[in-house]
């Protein structure tokens, strides 16, 4: 199988990021992570899924690798639930310098609440012999229809380089400028809903619509460390690696966006630190704190058996993201 051709890198200095981001729609922020840092993120990640399984899986097992698609991930890596969102090497890598000063450069303020979002494992399909690529796209915005304006930006933190052929993030460059023109088009009407899919049968038409305004598919290349960030308004997805490439690679992601304080009502701020208290899990907008549903669909069948996670412990960096 041949590799899809759009792996590009995005990468800017944290000081022309948001210039990057309005001009693309996306951009990759050279290591927030420190490189000294990754060993013990990485680590933690494993201890993470380790105890959610109970052990079953064993990072130093690849035959145990298959285990996670018992805990139902979306697309064969994206975790909404199980409280991984408030896992310790998620709340490191939020409350980490380098993740908030990129985000209080593109607002303008340190005073900033971050989402409880997910997680992307990506365990390498060479081993589980499940999640490669198979074409199925599923490019979406995070925006609601009737919002125009910029409202946020998701990032994604790697804690592994991404090659040509790895999973990774794929975007239309420069829909984000598309997105009431696209809504208009089609006649699309999302509600009160900050997600919308390209309809899975007309998939061509609607990438047709972006590309012949100028925008070009891309899968992000990122190296370990690095920060992925994209306006909401940006149609992506996560896409799967991919058969014929030149390596077998991990991908673990967390996923983070933050946002002003101001832009969270007291109402919503007051639901946030009882979500944190809950340990649950919320979508990329933090001043929604809009819940994830305590478990995932399991389509008729029985929940698997989850590990209880020890509770973060956060430096008060973190803590004022809350």
Not at 41 to 53: I, Y
Not at 233 to 253: F, W
Request: hydrophobic share 35%; with cysteine.
């Amino acid at each position: 199988m041949n590799l899809i051709p759009e792996y590009r890198s995005f990468s800017v200095a944290v000081e022309g990021v948001k210039a990057a981001l309005e001009r693309d729609g996306v951009a990759v922020v050279p290591g927030v992570i420190s490189a000294e840092s990754l060993p013990s993120l990485r680590n933690s990640m494993w201890e993470t899924f380790e105890t959610l399984t109970r052990d079953r899986l064993q990072r130093s097992d690849p035959t145990t690798f298959s285990v996670l698609s018992e805990y139902y991930p979306i697309h064969s890596m994206l975790y909404q639930h199980w409280g991984l969102g408030h896992a310790q090497y998620v709340w490191d890598i939020r409350g980490s310098a380098g993740v908030i000063d990129t985000f209080s450069k593109l607002w303008g303020t340190n005073d900033l609440i971050t989402s409880f979002d997910g997680v992307s494992l990506h365990l390498p399909f060479e081993d589980t012999k499940k999640g490669f690529y198979r074409g199925n796209d599923w490019l979406h915005t995070d925006q609601r229809s009737s919002r125009n304006d910029l409202v946020s930006y998701q990032g994604a933190v790697n804690l592994y380089d991404v090659n040509a052929g790895d999973a990774t993030t794929r975007v239309l460059t420069g829909s984000h400028v598309l997105h009431r023109e696209y809504m208009q088009h089609f006649n699309i009407d999302t509600g009160s809903s900050d997600w919308h899919k390209m309809p899975k049968d007309a998939v061509e038409e609607h990438v047709n619509f972006f590309l012949e305004r100028g925008c070009e598919k891309a899968c992000v290349l990122a190296n370990a460390g690095d920060i992925v960030l994209w306006d909401s308004r940006t149609m992506h997805q996560g896409v799967e690696a991919q058969k014929g490439r030149a390596q077998r690679n991990t991908r673990s992601v967390v996923y983070v966006c933050m946002v002003p304080r101001s832009t969270a009502t007291p109402a919503a701020q007051r639901k946030r630190k009882q979500i944190f208290a809950d340990k649950r899990m919320t979508t990329h907008l933090p001043q929604q704190a809009k819940l994830f549903p305590k478990m995932p669909r399991t389509y008729g069948g029985a929940p698997p058996s989850v590990g209880a996670l020890p509770d973060p412990v956060l430096t008060q960096a973190a803590r004022r993201l809350i």
